[in-house]
Structures are given as C-alpha cells and as structure tokens.
C-alpha cells in the first residue's frame, strides 16, 4: 500500500466524512509500459493521448495517477525527500548571510570562497521550483509541485510564510496539469471565501516572471481598484521579498503602483551564470513586465498575455461581462489554434442577477469531461471546485490536513491553538442558526459552499415561487446523498423492435433519471381500442412535456426537451404524488428525442400533455398509433377543440390564462409536497436540476425553464379536474297552466 493510499485510510478511519476531492488511479498505466518508460525516463511533461492523462513530471519518470474534477494527472515518481524536524512541513528560514545580498550585483562584489559556500544550496532551490519537492508529512510521503514549493517558501504574505495545506497542494498540481496540457487555457477555480486564491496566484505571477524574457503578464479583478490592490499588495512585495538569485533586477521603484518591470539586465540564474567570470552589464535582460488593468470587456484585447490572473471573476456586475471578457481575452493566450498563455481565473460568486449567471455558464462551460473535437472545453478552461471544508481557515491542522469532524482527541493547528470542533459540525451550525433568513443563508452557501449548487445559491427575494422550501429540498437531497435515490439510464425497445415491448436500462451516461420503477406486471400497460394505443395506467400519473421540432440550430445552443412524470394518489403499489422521472436533453435529432418520450410513457402506461405550438413531437405518437395517450387541452370540452387539437392533442403555450395556471400548479405543489412538510417529514422531489429551474423561474421569460414547463404540465395532467370547464346554468321561465288572481277589491279577478 502506498504512502497516499495510507492517508486516504487514515482520513476515512478517523472522520465520518468521505474524502471525494481526488483518488489514486491504481493500475491506471499496464504495469510492463510503467516500468519501462521510467527506466528509460521516456515520460515528457505535458498531455500524453495514449493514456489520456497530463503529466506534470519534468524527470522523465512518473509515480501516482491522481484524478482531480475528473482530469488525470501523472505525478513525478518520488525522488528526494527531505525530513523536517516534526515530520511536517517547515518553513526554511533563509540564511543571514545571504540575506545581506539584496541584487546580482552584490553578490559578484563577495570573494570566490564564499560563493563557492552557497552554490549547491542556490542550485538546489533552482531545482526544487523547476522538479517540486517531496517531504514526509505526518509519516506520509508528500509531494508539492515547484509553483507551491516557491509558494511556501519563498512567498510573503499578510500573516508571513504561508503554511502548508492540503487542499492547496491538490489546487497546485491541477493548476500545473493546466499549465502542461497543450489543449488548455488555463483554470476556472471555484472557492470559498478566504481560501488563499489572491496569494497564491499573486505568487505564481511573480515566480513565472522572474524566468521568464520578452512576456507580459496581467491582473484583472472585479474592479481596477481591487485589481491595484492585488498588484501592490501581494505582487510587488512578494516579488521584493525573493531572495537575490531569484530576483531579476527591475526597473523604476523598488515598489511600482502600476507596472513591474525587468527591464535592466537580469537573467534566470543557474550555477552556470553564478560561476561565470561574467560582468553583470553582459547579462541579458528579462524584459517581462507585470501590470494590471481597469475592469472591461476588453481590458487586455490585441495584447499578447503570457499569464492572466483573473481574480474575483465571478463578482462582476453589470455593465461588466465576465463571458464578454474572456471571449476577448482568450484571444491574447494564443497565436491561431496554439496556447501560449494561461489564465489563472478564481472566485466566489456573486447571486446570478449580480454577475454569478455569467460566471457560472463559464464555469459549467469548462468541465473537463464535455471536449470539443479539437480536445478543449467551450472555454478552453479547466473547472476546479474544492469544498469549503478542505479549506476553511481555523480547521486545518498543523499537518495540513482539514478536520472534517469534531476530534476525539487532541488536535491543534499550525499556530499550536486546539481545534474542539470539526468544520462539518461548525457549518451546519452555521446554517441552522439561519435557517429563518433565506438571503442570509444563500449568501453564506455562496460564501462557504460544500457543493457547486452552493456556490451559486440565488436569492429568494426574486424567485416566483417559495426558495425557502425549495432549499430546504435541494439541501436535504445533497445531505442524504439523493443520487443513491435516483438511477440513471435510457428505455429501449426489446430487440430493438420498435412498438412491442420497452425496457429500461441503466447506464451512467443515460438521458433518464427515474427514482421509481414500476412493478414488472404494471409496466407497458397497453390498452388498444379500434388500431388506437391508449395508456393502461392513465389512473397513476401523467407526463408533462416541453418539446422542441428541429434537431439542430443555428448557433448549436438550442433549449433542451424536457420531461417529467408524475404519480396521483391511487391505490396501488405507487407513491403518491411522486415526481419520479426527469428528462432534460437535446439528443443528436429530433426524432431521437420523439422515441424517448414515446417509450418513457408506454413503459409506465401513462398519457402526456405537451405544448402543441411545436406539434411534431405529437404528430408523431398519431402517426406510431399512439394518439390516446396524447392527452387534450383539459381546460375545454372536447367540443370547444380547434381542429389541430382535435387530431393531435396538446395545450398551447400562448394563452395567458394557461400560462398563470401552470405557474400556480407549481406554487401549490411546492408549498404542499416540497421541503420541510411538518413533523420531520420531507418532500420527495429528488431531481435537483428541476428544483434549481423552479428557484429560477422567470414567468415573463419562460423560454429557458424546460424543466419548470414539463414539470408544470405533468402537475396540471396529473390534476386535470381542476381545469375542467364549467357549463353555466340557464333559468328559464315555465309557464305552468296556472291563473294568476288580483285580489286588491272585495272579489279576485283572473289576471289575463
């Protein structure tokens, strides 16, 4: 058992909480090739497509596969590893006698003898930031990469050296797989608040420009000021504070407002250049200046960036686009289709009507798993998410390691405080103690997110319908781990012989997502009357539907089809009032997506009620035989129905009046049967892609709730009764035969 595999087991043994941010691919590389190439140290840095993984090992050797947010990484074998006094990491204080040494130029004033004293320690630090740096840490063997060696040793910040954690050391090998994997733009980390991204991206800019000649490298932030910021009060004094063979000379002030720049001759040292009888004039300069810039869509456009640090990309509000940006940016990373630059984007995000909607379609659009045939993501960035408990400040250990759960015996962190209280525990707390300020409790999912959803909780004050509830469901689905309640999979005609019999078949990669399958003797109840097909099970549940007819678009971004089924109250062995299928997709062809909602509803023997403004999809179960389980328009009578919907079925999305029961359908349906019913009891609605649509729900703009629509209208077929016209009451008068008499005088008279 490795080293790493040990650890894995020593934080699974004493936590509660299940470690998911990487694991170690065993085997992943046929034993025979691994052993060979690292003989022969044939492995070269950067994305090898034979394994499909990115290699960060600049010695020709690798050792663990991990795989990070679904990227696999070869790290370098093990090497050299250095043993610190409480088998931790420590921070190496920096020699006094080189402290003195402040330039280049200093230090060729100091006699041979003296030098020859240092070299091998300044060729070894050399080494360690070009190979990274391998440590026993709590007994395990450690590995960080060179930017995170420079990082903790050589980088000052607010508190002083920074100290080692965990989770960083993951966040630094991803970011140096970025670096190394020629299809890619860079990172798009998505964090908590206070987890370090400013410094340490402030570290990265300054350590790849003191090796760097003829770059630029740039720093954008929510605003110019906060950028300024950053420049002068992470950049500048980390860069200040290197260590002479480190540092480049600069020209201007030692500490600039705007621009640093390595302009007077400096060069990348190495032993070489240190023991060259060289005059320091004839060192050739860097010419790499670092600067920032005010906050705009085209802040660095037409400019060639070597390395952007896009700090708090994800609180840019309007007019301000952070989608904009980038599609300009990107451009200054690359010379035609070849990568010649990095962005190193982090943030939090803002609520969606404040700037987070942009930064998470960038984040989604960066998922390493969803590659174009050119082998990059939409953006042409990595996601990155690390959960707010590997990173929260005041729960981490002196090892570095996150204290997930309240310790059973002593713990204290790097600062030798006791730690009584796991972060799981504090959080939850947290939570709880907001339970009754929904805003107040989004903003601190947005601050501290344990999941993405977290991270791009909205605010309540402009939803439609109840936020309170639906959280309380979206939260208690992530608690209990709702995707064990959910199977995903895709329906399939036996043999393939289409209008016979449907089966489903799970498959992780599947279109459906269904938390209730019917019993065996209830699935493709089929009723035929007359060459018609009607549903056996009309009396369990309903589909509502949002369709679409054409299987492709001009921009290839088309809204999805949607569908969702819907139990009733019945008798039988069903939940009630069960939302238990969920389909969101826009297969390959229209008519792909026709056949899946055709066999979803003969498997479960229900009808549907679709919107029949986009009439193909209906056409198509009149035209299979299939019309009976194409439900009618349940707010008129049959005799009211225009001829279309006659032949076909459906309900129009156009009326006003459709429009605002649907939306109340949903209303009534989330205050009864969502989030917390009443004496512990919680809803059952388990689809976490319908919630986060119900909490977005725009009824002006409904054009982008698929799921809200399907979902609306299998609430409005599953209640059709409550729309059923009602017939108004004719009185008439009835003349009965009988005389009519005026009895004012002494006698009656007939009336005539």
């Known amino acids: 058992m490795s080293s790493r595999d040990l650890l894995r087991v020593e934080l699974n043994l004493t936590s509660m909480y299940e470690q998911t941010l990487y694991k170690v691919l065993d085997n992943y590389i046929k034993a025979s090739t691994l052993k060979k190439k690292n003989r022969h140290k044939t492995w070269k840095y950067g994305y090898d497509g034979d394994h499909d993984m990115v290699i960060i090992s600049k010695t020709g050797k690798i050792g663990e596969i991990y795989e990070i947010q679904n990227l696999k990484i070869a790290l370098p074998a093990e090497f050299e590893t250095h043993n610190f006094k409480d088998k931790k990491w420590s921070h190496t204080e920096y ?22 004293q240092w070299y091998d320690y300044i060729e070894k630090e050399f080494e360690r930031r070009e190979n990274g740096f391998w440590f026993n840490n709590k007994s395990n063997l450690t590995y960080i990469t060179g930017t995170h060696y420079m990082y903790l040793q050589w980088s000052k910040i607010d508190v002083g050296p920074p100290d080692f954690r965990e989770s960083n050391r993951l966040f630094y090998i991803f970011w140096e797989a970025c670096k190394a994997d020629y299809r890619c733009f860079g990172m798009d980390y998505l964090k908590n608040r206070r987890s370090g991204f400013s410094f340490m991206s402030s570290g990265e800019i300054v350590n790849l420009a003191t090796i760097s000649t003829d770059s630029r490298y740039g720093i954008l932030s929510k605003s110019g000021p906060d950028a300024k910021k950053m420049f002068t009060d992470k ?47 004839d060192l050739k300069g860097l010419d790499t200046t670092i600067d920032w810039k005010n906050t705009g869509d085209n802040s660095y456009d037409g400019e060639k960036l070597k390395l952007l640090v ?7 509000e309007r007019p301000n686009n952070i989608l904009n940006n980038w599609r300009v940016t990107k451009t200054c990373l690359r010379l035609g289709s070849r990568v010649i630059g ?59 390691l996150p204290v ?4 059973k015996e002593p713990v204290e962190d790097p600062y030798g405080m006791p730690i009584k209280q796991g972060v799981i525990e504090f959080w939850n707390n947290e939570v709880a103690g907001l339970k009754d300020d929904q805003d107040g409790l989004n903003e601190f999912y947005r601050q501290f997110p344990r999941t993405e959803q977290h991270a791009f909780r909205d605010e309540a004050k402009e939803s439609l319908f109840n936020l309170t509830k639906i959280y309380q469901q979206i939260d208690h689905n992530e608690s209990m781990a709702a995707s064990t309640l959910v199977t995903r999979g895709n329906f399939q005609w036996e043999n393939g012989i289409k209008d016979t019999k449907v089966m489903f078949m799970p498959n992780k990669d599947g279109r459906f997502y269904v938390s209730w399958i019917p019993p065996i003797g209830m699935q493709n109840r089929i009723i035929s009357k007359q060459g018609t097909n009607y549903p056996g099970n009309e009396h369990l549940g309903a589909f509502g539907c949002d369709s679409y007819d054409i299987s492709g678009t001009v921009d290839s971004r088309g809204s999805n089809g949607a569908l969702h089924g819907l139990t009733k109250f019945s008798m039988e062995e069903a939940p009630s009032n069960h939302f238990f299928l969920e389909y969101i997709a826009r297969p390959q062809t229209a008519e792909m997506f026709f056949e899946d909602v055709l066999m979803a509803c003969v498997f479960y023997g229900m009808p549907i009620l679709a919107e029949n403004n986009k009439p193909r999809l209906l056409y198509h179960f009149k035209n299979r035989g299939y019309r009976g389980y194409s439900m009618n328009r349940p707010d008129k009578s049959y005799t009211k129905l225009s001829i279309t919907e006659r032949e076909i079925g459906g309900i129009p999305n156009s009326s006003q009046d459709i429009m605002q029961a649907h939306a109340a359908a949903i209303e009534t349906y989330i205050e009864e049967l969502v989030g917390i019913l009443g004496d512990d009891e919680m809803g059952d609605v388990y689809f976490q892609r319908t919630l986060e649509d119900w909490a977005r729900f725009n009824i002006n703009n409904r054009t982008k709730h698929d799921a809200s629509i399907s979902s609306g209208l299998a609430i409005m077929a599953c209640n059709r009764n409550r729309y059923a016209p009602v017939n108004k009451v004719v009185r008439k008068n009835i003349n009965l035969g009988m005389k009519r008499y005026d009895n004012s005088g002494n006698y009656s008279k007939i009336i005539n």
């Not at 990095?342 to 700037?355: E, F, R």
């Open 310 to 316: 896009h700090d708090e990309s994800g609180k840019w």
């Open 342 to 400: 990095k962005c190193m984007m982090g943030s939090t995000s803002n609520a969606l009507d404040k700037g987070g909607d942009n930064f998470k379609k960038l984040y989604y659009a960066s998922d390493v798993t969803r590659r174009n045939s050119n082998g990059q993501t939409a953006s042409g960035l990595y996601s990155l998410f690390i959960p707010m408990e590997w990173n929260y400040e005041g729960y981490i250990d002196s090892y570095g």
């Open 404 to 407: 997930f759960d309240t310790p």
């Open 235 to 281: 950049v500048v004094p980390i860069s200040v504070n290197y260590p002479f063979f480190f540092k480049p000379i600069q020209d201007g002030m030692d500490r600039p407002k705007t621009e640093l720049a390595y302009r007077i001759p400096a060069s990348k040292l190495t032993r070489r250049k240190l023991d060259a009888n060289e005059n320091p004039e």
């Open 95 to 116: 020699p006094k006698e080189l402290n003195r040494i402040k330039t280049i130029f200093d230090w060729k004033e100091y006699p041979e003898d003296f030098k020859e």
